[in-house]
């Protein structure tokens, strides 16, 4: 059993020093967890927050998928193994921040490789206890006792709710008599979500990397693209650059999708092969440092638009680059959205697509057939990273720090049932993505750097060749 002393950190509420450097974990120093912990200590006033791991996920019988850290624990830690929960206790004078891991295991880590272990865990991340995870559930209810309610996400970790359940339980059991014990749960994203809103200029550094390794595997897959070749062999020259260039991987499931497919919004089967005059929309994005890039760039596959090809990509590059000005301090995602379906409706009334006043298109939302989604969502180290859009029915508004996307689109699916649209548009889907931050001044675009035009589109596609 392990009862590993505190540093003075969060427990004491007493400044931590050490004689020697701390120990960057992902390339991040532990006093930004800290900084981040001691937030979320004072946003629970006299409650508790209980952070599990994510837990491994099973591909198929014994075969595991590879481990990602839960984006919360790694938030408030920076530590990445499996197994493992952060007890936040903000009632409490000492002992406020409390890790439980894996224990160390010769013949276990000869499989899986080397573990922390909680006294090298405490001493790496800063908090006040550690204790093996094998001893969650005989601690966790008695270290819940002083909370008057509990953080905690329910219906997400099956292994840890009882142990919540058992201290609510508990408490109303005793309660009464001894006035001791949570009476309610509360989603841990009512703190969280609002502090990971706005991002650091740490994390702000790594999202900046993310992008421009993200922007890297888009050259490489843009640069073999050509009719005849599979969806699959783009996918694999952009993975295979974010991983050269230092990314754990791909932070979502890559969008390779040629001709029709592109007007699947979440097409990533990337299983046909790229006809003659196909568009190719590629989306997808690199993780470095558990941060996340998310791009999309539509380009011809035979390194030329055609004419209708071309019309209907200037319609959505006008867009995106009306949404792009737009984003600044005080704006609110809804008015930048609604500026795009202005700038859309108005191509597709030029396109010969839409016809009618702009405040009658607007009002019957004509544009959803062609433009389905949002303009925009929030990125971080999930790729729809959290945070509240709209707040007690008012659109949240724009402040220096948080980063999005801007991502407007046009979709032209073959029809259902054969009948004639009366537009040569089928089968054309053109989206233009970029992730911005917002700065004092207005935005910051992270991916100016991989252009947008179609003079652009066809000098990287030409580079293959």
């Not at 994510?54 to 624990?73: N, T």
């Not at 995602?333 to 859309?344: N, Y």
């Not at 859009?389 to 046009?410: A, K």
């Amino acid at each position: 059993m392990s009862d590993q002393e505190g540093t003075g950190g969060e427990g004491n509420r007493r400044e931590r020093s050490r004689e020697s450097e701390p120990t960057a974990l992902n390339g991040f120093q532990p006093d930004l967890f800290l900084r981040r912990r001691r937030a979320v200590l004072d946003g629970l006033e006299a409650g508790a927050m209980v952070v599990p791991a994510a837990s491994p996920l099973i591909r198929s019988r014994d075969s595991e998928l590879p481990y990602r850290p839960d984006s919360e624990l790694f938030y408030l830690t920076g530590f990445a193994e499996p197994d493992s929960l952060l007890l936040l206790r903000g009632f409490a004078e000492e002992d406020r921040a409390i890790l439980f891991v894996r224990d160390r295991d010769a013949m276990a880590e000869r499989w899986s490789g080397p573990r922390a272990g909680p006294e090298e865990a405490r001493e790496q991340v800063g908090v006040d206890r550690t204790f093996p995870i094998q001893e969650l559930s005989q601690r966790l209810p008695r270290l819940l006792e002083g909370a008057a309610r509990v953080h905690f996400r329910l219906g997400a970790h099956p292994m840890v709710e009882p142990l919540v359940i058992q201290a609510l339980r508990e408490a109303r059991r005793r309660g009464p008599r001894y006035g001791k014990g949570p009476r309610g749960v509360e989603d841990p994203g009512e703190i969280l979500d609002e502090l990971r809103l706005r991002k650091s200029p740490e994390e702000i550094q790594a999202l900046r990397e993310a992008v421009a390794v993200t922007m890297e595997g888009f050259r490489a897959g843009m640069a073999t693209a050509a009719p005849g070749r599979g969806e699959w062999e783009i996918q694999a020259e952009v993975e295979a650059a974010f991983r050269r260039a230092g990314a754990q991987g791909p932070a979502f499931a890559t969008i390779v999708g040629s001709g029709a497919n592109g007007c699947v919004l979440h097409y990533v089967e990337n299983r046909d092969r790229i006809a003659e005059g196909d568009l190719i929309l590629l989306d997808a994005g690199a993780e470095v440092r558990m941060y996340s890039g998310d791009l999309t760039r539509t380009f011809p596959a035979s390194g030329r638009f055609d004419p209708n090809q071309e019309a209907v990509y200037q319609v959505v590059e006008a867009a995106r680059a009306s949404a792009v000005a737009a984003v600044r301090p005080g704006a609110t995602l809804q008015e930048i959205h609604q500026q795009t379906r202005e700038v859309l409706i108005q191509g597709l009334k030029e396109l010969g697509v839409l016809s009618g006043s702009m405040a009658e298109l607007l009002d019957r939302k004509a544009d959803q057939a062609y433009f389905p989604h949002r303009t925009s969502h929030w990125l971080g180290m999930d790729t729809h990273d959290p945070g509240d859009y709209v707040r007690e029915g008012i659109h949240r508004r724009l402040e220096p720090g948080m980063v999005l996307t801007v991502e407007p689109g046009l979709y032209f699916p073959p029809p259902a049932t054969g009948e004639n649209p009366g537009h040569p548009f089928v089968g054309m889907g053109i989206r233009i993505e970029d992730d911005l931050v917002v700065t004092e001044e207005g935005a910051e675009v992270l991916s100016a750097d991989l252009p947008t035009s179609p003079e652009a589109m066809a000098e990287l596609v030409d580079r293959g060749r």
